[in-house]
């Protein structure tokens, strides 16, 4: 399975951007999905998470209320929709899939994902 993320850039605090998470592989039905990032100098950590069955998410603290992880089947495409981005959102954002989770699991540790993207720069200027 590979994966393609997209979809980083440049903006301005307060601003959106909707990342992208392309699969070669089967759809996203058959996989658990999450979103890491990592920032200079730091670790890489949890972001998001979708279940297999599409039906559950989890979010850290730090980006619940702004950001939304959610799929297309269909496109085989897995996304993060960033709103109110601020400064300390800047960091390399990284797609993931594990294909052993049960439908309703939520993985948040990066390693419980077997797959990843190449990562995507998101800056956010202040």
């Known amino acids: 399975v590979q994966l393609q993320a997209s979809g980083g850039g440049l903006v301005e605090a307060g601003g959106s951007l909707r990342l992208s998470c392309a699969t070669s592989?089967?759809?996203?039905?058959?996989?658990?999905a999450g979103w890491f990032r990592q920032a200079p100098g730091k670790e890489r950590e949890f972001v998001a998470a979708?279940?297999?069955?599409?039906?559950?998410?989890t979010y850290a603290d730090s980006v619940k209320g702004r950001f939304t992880i959610s799929r297309d089947i269909t496109k085989r495409a897995m996304y993060l929709q960033m709103n109110s981005l601020k400064f300390e959102d800047t960091a390399v954002y990284y797609c993931?899939?594990?294909?052993?989770?049960?439908?309703?699991?939520?993985?948040?540790?990066?390693?419980?994902?077997?797959?990843w993207g190449q990562g995507t720069q998101v800056t956010v200027s202040s």
């Open positions: 979708l279940s297999r069955s599409g039906g559950f998410t």
């Open positions: 592989g089967r759809a996203w039905n058959n996989y658990a």
């Open positions: 993931a899939a594990n294909d052993r989770a049960r439908g309703m699991e939520m993985k948040t540790s990066a390693n419980e994902y077997r797959y």
